[in-house]
């Protein structure tokens, strides 16, 4: 069955840092682009951060640029999202993604990320 599973969530406080996985058996891991979103209560679901197929290109969300490493694991069908100096505003439920080439979108069941002040 294809399916995200993220792991890695948890409650922390500001300053500290989190690394989110995410394993993939969603097709081949190594033909997709693999991304991170979160959504905070009462917010829409954004974007935080996107790694190519090959692993050499990374996109950020301005507000984590800096902060946040995506990574991919090709011997783990795994992809990570380092988060370093958290902040209140980073408190979430973050979201693994892969869109697929006939355009589906898969989702994880996402994994909360709760930092203090």
């Known amino acids: 069955q294809a399916q995200l599973v993220e792991s890695g969530g948890g409650l922390v406080q500001a300053g500290d840092s989190l690394r989110l996985s995410c394993i993939s058996s969603?097709?081949?891991?190594?033909?997709?682009?693999m991304a991170w979103f979160r959504q905070a209560p009462g917010n829409e679901r954004e974007h935080v951060a996107s790694?190519?197929?090959?692993?050499?290109?990374?996109y950020y969300a301005d507000s984590v640029k800096g902060r946040f490493t995506i990574s991919r694991d090709y011997a783990k069908n795994t992809v990570y999202l380092r988060m370093n100096s958290l902040t209140p505003e980073d408190t979430a439920v973050y979201y693994c993604?892969?869109?697929?080439?006939?355009?589906?979108?898969?989702w994880g069941q996402g994994t909360q990320v709760t930092v203090s002040s």
């Open positions: 790694i190519s197929v090959s692993g050499a290109n990374t």
């Open positions: 969603v097709g081949t891991f190594s033909n997709y682009a």
């Open positions: 993604n892969v869109r697929t080439y006939s355009g589906r979108d898969y």
